[in-house]
């Protein structure tokens, strides 16, 4: 008996971990497009160097993670490693379909690859301290 109670435990609360993982996910794209119009518009005016723009959308792609994660597991208390891993993994790759549609050419290569990767470790490190401050806070 005591094990269909665990699966039924188990199933009733990877609904809301599966909903705050899609929020998280859908809350970092919007706050990366609103980032990197923000950029574009600062690019536009100013004369700053093309060498600035990797390094800023590292930073963008980062800040996006992190509100993701934060925003997307405020009602969470647990799983921080792996719900924060999943948005940002989730975020990256959803991130590279938008805007390899916005660029108008789909090119799959070692950087993408880094880029996930990258997502997916800032995400795990943002879950991780986002789930550990709201339990020393309660």
Known sequence: MKKRT??????SSSSPILKYILQGSLIALCTSLILILVF?????????????????????KGISVFIGVFLGLKKSKE?????GLLIGFIYSIIAFLVFSILSGGFSFNISVLTDIVFG?????????ICVNIKKSTN
Do not use: M, R
């Open 6 to 11: 665990k699966v039924k435990e188990l199933k």
């Open 40 to 60: 574009a518009f600062i690019l536009k005016f100013t004369n700053i160097s093309d060498s600035i723009i990797l390094p800023v959308n590292q930073v963008i």
């Open 79 to 83: 799983l921080g490693l792996v719900c």
């Open 120 to 128: 997916a470790i800032i995400g795990a490190i943002c879950g991780i």
